[in-house]
């Protein structure tokens, strides 16, 4: 079976700071996505593309940027981090964008001194 | 607003061999739902995947839909104490396939 794996697991940057995290999938998925997961709330799409080199803004695609340069990795960086974005960021990977199932990544937490 | 509203809000809190039903509302036109299960701090994982509105079981677990009552449910019978975790749903949008999760629903098992 395929796997989803995002690094770092945690990340620690100060305010201000652009950082980046990285997901790598083995599924050979077009797919990919990046959500937000706030404490206590549902997921909120940030950016996905739907093939290499493609993207696609999301609900809340304000403050990063994302970069998919190969079909198994997707990229998502916080240009400017805050303290207000603290929240836990997951992959996840479709066979396509046409509604099949979704598969996560164990998630990346961000912290922000 | 919120596309996808799942009840109950928050949380159930059930004993050991109880049954749980979860349910999601949605405010738009869907063509698919899945339902997934977090244990805290862990990844999301598919439990129940369903492309065209009809019933699905898995194990001790069945989720049922009715498109035109803009409703899906996931129904846990006999629940365990390793069943406690969140459980959210997702709703595909027919116009565009965009994906949209409920807030989810913290389940607890006690012995």
């Known amino acids: 079976g395929g796997i989803i794996t995002q690094t770092p697991k945690f990340l620690i940057g100060q305010e201000g700071q652009k950082l980046t995290l990285k997901c790598q999938q083995n599924f050979n998925h077009d797919t990919m996505y990046w959500y937000r997961q706030d404490s206590g709330k549902g997921l909120r799409l940030i950016y996905y593309s739907i093939t290499e080199n493609d993207l696609q803004k999301g609900d809340l695609s304000e403050g990063y940027d994302a970069s998919r340069e190969k079909k198994s990795s997707f990229s998502l960086t916080v240009t400017s981090a805050q303290k207000n974005e603290m929240a836990v960021f997951l992959c996840a990977s479709s066979i396509s964008s046409s509604g099949n199932t979704l598969y996560f990544g164990e998630g990346s937490r961000l912290i922000v001194v | ?111």
């Open chain 2, 1 to 111: 607003g919120q596309q996808v509203q799942q009840s109950p809000p928050a949380s159930l809190v059930l004993q050991e061999g109880e049954n749980a039903e979860l349910q999601c509302t949605y405010s738009t036109t869907l063509n698919s739902m899945q339902w997934f299960y977090q244990r805290p701090g862990g990844r999301l994982v598919s439990l129940l995947y369903s492309p065209s509105w009809a019933e699905q079981r898995g194990g001790r677990l069945t989720s049922s839909a009715a498109s035109n009552e803009s409703r899906s449910s996931l129904h846990i019978s006999s629940s365990q104490i390793t069943d406690s975790g969140t459980y959210l749903c997702a709703m595909v949008r027919n116009s565009n396939n965009r994906i949209f999760f409920g807030d989810g629903t913290q389940l607890v098992v006690k012995p």
